[in-house]
C-alpha cells in the first residue's frame, strides 16, 4: 500500500490562516513513521496535473512555523474547477507519484474535487486516503458551525466598519461598504461587531438571503439619514432582485464575468458606484461615499484572529490524524460546543461537497437590514482577543454667552 507519500494542496481564494491548515497536515504527517514524504503541490490542482511539487519533508520546523502565521496561500491556489476528465487526470499524477494521502484545503469546489478523485481511486481499486481540509471567507460550507478564514475576515470587516462609522461621525453623510458575499451574507453581516453604541454604524445591513427592493433601500437609507443626520451600510455584494439577478447587473451598463461565467462581483467597484448614484439622485443628498472592501478582507495581514488561527492548525492536524487511523475519505467539519470550544468531525464527502450554506433565518432581522443577537452571540467568540474598542466624549457643554 502506498502509504509513504502525503500531497496537499490548496485552492480558492486565499485567506489568513490558510497556511495554518498547511503545515498542520505537514507538521503533523512527518510525525507519524508510516509517512516518508510530504509534497506539496504548487497551485492547487492545477499543480498536480502540471506534477509541479516540491518537497515539504525538507523544510524546517522553524520556518514552517513563520509561513504558519503568514496570510494568504504559500503553495499558490487555483481558481481551477474541475471535472470527471480533469479528475481523473489528477487521479493518474497521484498514482504515477505512489501518493497514499491526498490533502486539499478549500471550499465548496474543492470538496467535490476531492469526492471525484475519491471515486476514481475506489474504481481503480487503489488505496489513495482522500480528505478535505474547510477553508473559506465566506462560511459557507454546510454542517460546519463556521469555516476557518471566515473569523479573521470578519474581525477585518467589524473593525474595518467600526473605522468608517467613525469616521462618518466625524464628517456626517452616507457611507456605503461593499462586502463580500456572492450567496451568504456572513461577512456583511460581521459589520454590526464593530458596533458600540446606539447610533452607531453600520446603521444598514443587506445580504443576499434576503430579496433587495432599490426602493425600500432608499427608503431606508433616507430615514437613517433623517434620524442621526448620517447613515452608515453594509451591502454583500450578491445582493439580488427577487428574480435572483444581482442588482449589479440591472443597474450596470457593462459587466465582466469569471472563468466559471459569474459576473464579476469582488473585481469591482461598480456597485458601490451605483447604489451611490441611486442615492445622490433619488434622496439629493451631496456627501455620499462608497467602497469596495474586494479583496482587502481575505489576506489582510495583523488583522487575524487567534481563534482562527488555532482551529485552522487543527483541522489540518485532525486531517492527518483521521487518514491516518481512520479507514474512510471524508470532509473535516467543525463543531461547537458549550459556550465556545470546539470539536471535530470526518463528514462523508458528499454531505458536504458542491453544497452552499447561507445565513440561518435566526441571523437576520425581520426588517431584512440588520442582524439579530443570535448572530452577534455566534461570531463574538470567533473574532478571538484583543478586539479594539472605540469611546467618545463626554457631551459636558459649556453655557454660551453670544448667542443665549
Not at 204 to 227: C, G, S
Not at 254 to 277: I, M, R, T
Not at 389 to 402: G, S, W
Request: proline content about 4%; overall charge neutral.
Amino acid at each position: 500500500m502506498a502509504t509513504g507519500k502525503v500531497l496537499v494542496a490548496q485552492g480558492g481564494g486565499p485567506t489568513a490562516v490558510i497556511n495554518q491548515s498547511l503545515i498542520g497536515v505537514t507538521l503533523e504527517a512527518r510525525r507519524f513513521r508510516d509517512i516518508g514524504l510530504v509534497y506539496g503541490a504548487r497551485h492547487g490542482v492545477r499543480g498536480i496535473v502540471d506534477e509541479d511539487f516540491i518537497d515539504l519533508t525538507q523544510e524546517t520546523s522553524h520556518n514552517l512555523e513563520m509561513v504558519a502565521n503568514t496570510p494568504s496561500s504559500a503553495l499558490g491556489s487555483t481558481r481551477d474547477k474541475p471535472d470527471v476528465q480533469y479528475c481523473q487526470e489528477i487521479f493518474k499524477v497521484l498514482r504515477a507519484h505512489e501518493i497514499g494521502h491526498f490533502f486539499y484545503v478549500g471550499g465548496n469546489d474543492s470538496s467535490d474535487t476531492v469526492r471525484i478523485v475519491s471515486e476514481e481511486a475506489k474504481k481503480a481499486n487503489y488505496p489513495l486516503r482522500c480528505i478535505h481540509i474547510p477553508k473559506t471567507i465566506d462560511n459557507d460550507l454546510v454542517s460546519n458551525d463556521h469555516t476557518p478564514g471566515f473569523p479573521s475576515a470578519a474581525r477585518f470587516v467589524a473593525q474595518a466598519f467600526a473605522g468608517v462609522n467613525l469616521d462618518n461621525a466625524s464628517l456626517p453623510g452616507i457611507y456605503v461598504g461593499i462586502v463580500m458575499g456572492r450567496h451568504a451574507g456572513f461577512l456583511t453581516a460581521a459589520s454590526a461587531l464593530g458596533k458600540k453604541f446606539a447610533d452607531d454604524g453600520p446603521h444598514l445591513i443587506y445580504v443576499p438571503e434576503r430579496t433587495f427592493v432599490l426602493e425600500n433601500f432608499l427608503a431606508d437609507v433616507k430615514a437613517t439619514y433623517e434620524r442621526f443626520g448620517r447613515c452608515v451600510v453594509a451591502v454583500s455584494e450578491g445582493i439580488h432582485d427577487a428574480s435572483g439577478a444581482p442588482i449589479a447587473t440591472l443597474l450596470a451598463k457593462e459587466l465582466e464575468h469569471d472563468a466559471h461565467g459569474n459576473v464579476q462581483l469582488s473585481g469591482s467597484g461598480a456597485l458601490a458606484d451605483l447604489l451611490c448614484e441611486e442615492i445622490k439622485t433619488k434622496l439629493k443628498i451631496k456627501r455620499v461615499r462608497g467602497d469596495t472592501f474586494g479583496y482587502l478582507q481575505r489576506s489582510f495581514i495583523g488583522c487575524v484572529s487567534d481563534v482562527d488561527q488555532r482551529e485552522a492548525r487543527e483541522v489540518g492536524e485532525k486531517a492527518v490524524q483521521f487518514a491516518m487511523w481512520g479507514k474512510r475519505d471524508g470532509s473535516v467539519s467543525i463543531k461547537r460546543t458549550g459556550y465556545y470550544s470546539v470539536d471535530y468531525e470526518l463528514l462523508p464527502l458528499d454531505a458536504v461537497a458542491g453544497k452552499t450554506r447561507t445565513m440561518e433565518d435566526e441571523f437576520i432581522a425581520e426588517n431584512g437590514a440588520d442582524v439579530t443577537d443570535a448572530f452577534r452571540m455566534y461570531l463574538r467568540p470567533l473574532l478571538g482577543s484583543g478586539m479594539p474598542d472605540a469611546f467618545r466624549l463626554r457631551p459636558n457643554p459649556v453655557p454660551k454667552v453670544m448667542r443665549k
